[in-house]
């Protein structure tokens, strides 16, 4: 029975809605690929494995692409399961700040004139 679950090549053949029960989203916000999450917790005995590898990932802050690379799991089912970490209270989530936006251009050219003129 074993063997029928196991690709010698690929490893273990899980499909990725048996590993987030048939979600697709995180509850609560969702992740983006460049926010840096952080485990807080070690895990706790009754987490599924899936669970243990991603926060494993996530012993430094890493990002959430990171994460999806490290453990060899597609961004969606991370992005899942690091929504189930974060409301477990095992990780931490830094969402990075926004894009600063580029300056008009006119202020640009009164600061370029205030330049020149000195």
């Given at each position: 029975m074993t063997e029928r679950w196991m690709d010698q090549d690929a490893g273990p053949i899980v499909r990725p809605y048996t590993v987030t029960r048939g979600r697709t989203r995180p509850r609560g916000d969702s992740f983006d690929l460049i926010a840096t999450v952080s485990a807080i917790r070690p895990a706790p005995p009754d987490l599924p494995?899936?669970?243990?590898?991603?926060?494993?990932a996530c012993r430094r802050p890493i990002s959430v692409a990171e994460a999806a690379s490290t453990t060899g799991l597609a961004v969606g089912v991370v992005q899942v399961l690091l929504g189930d970490?974060?409301?477990?209270?095992?990780?931490?989530?830094r969402i990075p700040a926004a894009a600063v936006a580029a300056p008009r251009e006119s202020i640009l050219r009164d600061v370029l004139a205030g330049l020149r003129a000195l």
């Open positions: 494995p899936e669970h243990r590898r991603v926060l494993a970490l974060r409301d477990s209270g095992l990780l931490t989530v």
